[in-house]
């Protein structure tokens, strides 16, 4: 299986900061990976497909980019509303696998 | 407007068996892939299992494989997951998704139910 190392495992931020997420494959997954948000106590929900399409209706703040084995999920401006923990999820192939997420929290 | 409303989660000792549900509305089901993902108390994600709207490619987590089984019902709008031999390790809120639709050139989960909570536990 695809492994998916995603760093850094927390992060701390102000709101108005500029953050980076990323995430690495064990192997070339072309750009068949998303980005996923979960609150506590909700379901997770897409934000970006296929490593730079942003889903209908999520902010323009939210951005994603790379392909191959390195991907990064880039939020322009952090907004009160965006902390929350962050998953990448490769689904170039069976078995699909998740980093292991990145806590964001407020500095 | 998408619903994916999950079912069948309770407590259920090791070794037994157990069956999920997750029935779709708001969208052609029988157009969609869809999966199974699953979560621990204070943990990651973890993808469990997905299937094309066919039932033509399956798809199963190491960890599941040979143990759970994914099978769907067009007609009825409905996912299933067979778990069988269950450990304590498969304790989680069970999520089905939507994936993309059979034409698509792309694969996501665009949609999440609110999941079940299943505990294995004697």
């Known amino acids: 299986a695809i492994q998916m190392t995603q760093s850094p495992s927390s992060l701390s931020a102000s709101v108005g900061d500029r953050v980076t997420i990323t995430c690495r494959a064990s192997q070339g997954i072309r750009n068949d990976l998303g980005w996923y948000q979960q609150k506590p106590g909700k379901a997770p929900k897409l934000l970006i497909f296929a490593a730079s399409n942003l889903k209908r209706g999520v902010p323009s703040r939210f951005s994603g980019s790379g392909s191959g084995t390195d991907f990064t999920l880039t939020i322009s401006s952090l907004q009160p509303e965006d902390f929350a923990t962050y998953y990448c999820l490769q689904d170039y192939n069976y078995p699909y696998t998740f980093g292991q997420g990145t806590k964001l929290e407020i500095k | 407007e998408v619903q994916l409303v999950e079912s069948g989660g309770r407590l259920v000792q090791p070794g037994r068996s157990l069956r999920l549900s997750c029935a779709a509305s708001g969208f052609t089901f029988g157009d969609y892939a869809i999966h199974w993902v699953r979560q621990a108390p204070g943990k990651g994600l973890e993808w469990v299992s997905g299937?094309?709207?066919?039932?033509?490619?399956?798809g199963y987590a190491d960890s599941v494989k040979g143990r759970f089984t994914i099978s769907r019902d067009n007609a009825k709008n409905s996912l299933y997951l067979q778990m069988n031999s269950l450990r304590a390790e498969d304790t989680a809120f069970y999520y089905c998704?939507?994936?993309?639709?059979?034409?698509?050139?792309?694969?996501?989960?665009?949609?999440w139910g609110q999941g079940t909570l299943v505990t294995v536990s004697s």
């Open positions: 299937i094309s709207w066919n039932s033509g490619s399956i």
């Open positions: 998704a939507k994936g993309p639709k059979y034409s698509s050139g792309y694969y996501y989960l665009d949609y």
